[in-house]
């Protein structure tokens, strides 16, 4: 049996000698600059959403500001009625959005796209130090990381990019991942 097993580590070695030539040599993914990353809000319809998005929110809470001063003399129930459906419409609607939101990076980020569908869409993908799949922990940090370190004092978290030598902003470097092409 010995003369079997090196018959085996032979064909082994030769195979792996033929593979080392014939396989081409992989280049390492470039890191996604600022301008790569900043890309999918030129995408279709993304600033046209968040723009809508903002509007309708600050429309819902300057509707409640009004209506809220013009009830404050009528009295009765009503006014408590209508208190009680603008706390929970806001808190709905803040519960919902943060919910989906974690969702969403969650379920695309740890997907096979690698990259939420805007990011994609303009070739860029999310993945952790080795080039894999980020985890959903790493996806959770990267999102609270960028909310609450890279997007305050004037997002200067995102700028970080510009001088880190894998481009990665704040929040990548936080949750260990990194933005690149392809």
Sequence with gaps: WHGIFAVLTGVSLLALGLLAVALP????????????????????????????????????????SYISVALADAGGVLPLVLLAFGLGSILGNLAVGV??????????????????????????RIVNQNGGTINAGQSIGRILSMVFLSSMFFFLGY????????????????????????
């Excluded at 809000?41 to 998005?53: F, R, S």
């Excluded at 919910?99 to 939420?116: P, R």
């Design 25 to 64: 040599a992989l280049r390492p993914p470039q890191p996604a600059g600022l301008r790569e990353r900043l890309a999918p809000l030129k995408a279709t319809g993304v600033a046209e959403a968040l723009g809508i998005t903002v509007l309708a929110v600050l429309a819902e809470f300057t509707f409640y």
């Design 159 to 182: 700028f970080l990019a510009l001088f880190t030598e894998k481009r990665q902003a704040l929040h990548d470097l936080v949750a260990g991942t990194i933005v690149i092409k392809g």
């Design 99 to 124: 919910l989906t939101f974690f969702a969403y990076h969650i379920y695309f980020e740890t997907g096979t796209l690698q990259a939420t569908p805007a990011k994609r869409l303009v070739g860029l």
